[in-house]
């Protein structure tokens, strides 16, 4: 089901996309910025998720009070954000909310998995969390079939649309002898060589008009093995992992399933990533590690994929004054010595920033050698 917002009753239509996260356009997002911390943006599991953050703004309402511009943005901000809030049921695991009462602009997007209730004031939108939401729950498809039928699974944002149901019928190994039971095998054999082929023809089908990177197979083994066998190549590539499946258990089983086999997948996609890197630094290669670094090949375009520890708390330091962007906690600009400077999330701008060159942000789970290196390193294109 697609995830719905709902209007209250007698409001006008307001600026809003039903889209699950994986459609959101993050380099559309990064292209948005504002004249100071002109932003809120707000992260919500339900309404009631929003008293929980009293504290947190009392908080920025205290910084903020030495400047009457930026506490008049924040100020001006929270109305809207109420209002919107008054306004505005949901029914999906949560909402993300970006507001700039200075370019007036109001963009929500409904969300199909939790994420921590939050509230950040910056001079963009704060899109770290959905581009670890979109780097966690990418698009994969699932098959699960035995000899009696099978149903094609497209999985996006962590929630599972069936595609088609392909009907098998082919029947159970009997015990017969001589030539019947040579011919029954035959027989039997062509179905199953018949039926994989109809869901591989589906599957290219999904291939041409979805975007997936990976596929899994689950159900009976016999029925698994004549599908792989049938992949074409592009198919067979995407192909990810697969396992015996009871069905009798109910979908609950199949998807369990699925996501271990996707999350494990995850897990040695991003070990994989890592060594590349390694290899890459330890003979002087394509590739980079720690905070400085990874931000100057990114603010020139040259990064491919960034790797950064998902629970990475980097600091950075923008100038108000030039706006540059500088990896740690500063007093002053490098470029520009003003100290006209304030705190930002580093992640987050290099999230920004591989959203608008095209790069990618692979979040990962601790790593050693990747802790030791910074908490983040990148891939270059040149």
Not at 66 to 77: Q, R, S
Request: proline content about 4%; aromatic content about 8%.
């Amino acid at each position: 089901m697609q995830p719905v917002l709902h209007r209250s009753p007698d409001i006008p239509e307001p600026r809003w996309r039903t889209s699950r996260f994986n459609n959101i356009d993050l380099r559309e997002l990064a292209q948005i910025s504002g004249p100071e911390r002109a932003f809120v943006s707000l992260y919500l599991a339900n309404k009631d998720s929003y008293g929980g953050l009293k504290g947190r703004i009392d908080t920025i309402r205290a910084l903020l009070k030495d400047d009457p511009a930026e506490t008049e943005h924040f100020e001006e901000n929270l109305k809207i954000v109420e209002k919107w809030l008054d306004e505005h049921v949901w029914e999906t695991e949560g909402i993300c909310l970006f507001v700039c009462w200075a370019l007036d602009y109001t963009q929500a997007f409904p969300l199909t998995v939790a994420v921590p209730d939050l509230l950040w004031v910056d001079s963009s939108p704060y899109i770290r969390p959905l581009a670890e939401l979109q780097d966690e729950y990418e698009n994969f498809v699932v098959v699960a079939a035995d000899n009696t039928a099978s149903r094609i699974f497209f999985v996006t944002s962590a929630r599972a649309d069936q595609d088609a149901r392909i009907k098998g019928d082919v029947k159970n190994n009997v015990k017969k002898g001589g030539w019947s039971q040579k011919r029954y095998e035959r027989r039997r054999v062509n179905e199953l060589v018949h039926y994989a082929k109809e869901i591989v023809d589906v599957l290219t089908e999904m291939d041409q008009k979805e975007k997936f990177d990976r596929l899994f197979l689950v159900g009976s083994q016999e029925t698994m093995v004549q599908i792989e066998s049938a992949l074409t190549a592009p198919l067979a590539a995407k192909l990810a992992g697969k396992q015996n499946v009871d069905f009798s258990a109910g979908d609950d089983q199949i998807f369990d399933t699925a996501f271990d086999l996707f999350f494990n997948a995850e897990r040695e996609a991003e070990a994989k990533l890592w060594d590349k890197i390694k290899d890459e630094v330890c003979r002087g290669g394509l590739a980079v590690t720690g905070p400085e670094e990874v931000l100057k090949a990114a603010a020139v375009g040259r990064v491919e994929k960034i790797a950064v520890t998902r629970d990475a708390k980097l600091p950075g330091t923008r100038c108000r004054d030039c706006e540059n962007l500088s990896a740690g906690s500063l007093t002053k600009c490098k470029v520009c010595g003003s100290e006209d400077v304030f705190a930002v999330d580093l992640v987050n701008e290099l999230a920004e920033l591989a959203a608008l060159t095209s790069a990618e942000t692979d979040f990962v789970d601790p790593i050693e050698g990747l802790s030791e290196a910074g908490e983040v390193a990148a891939l270059l294109r040149y």
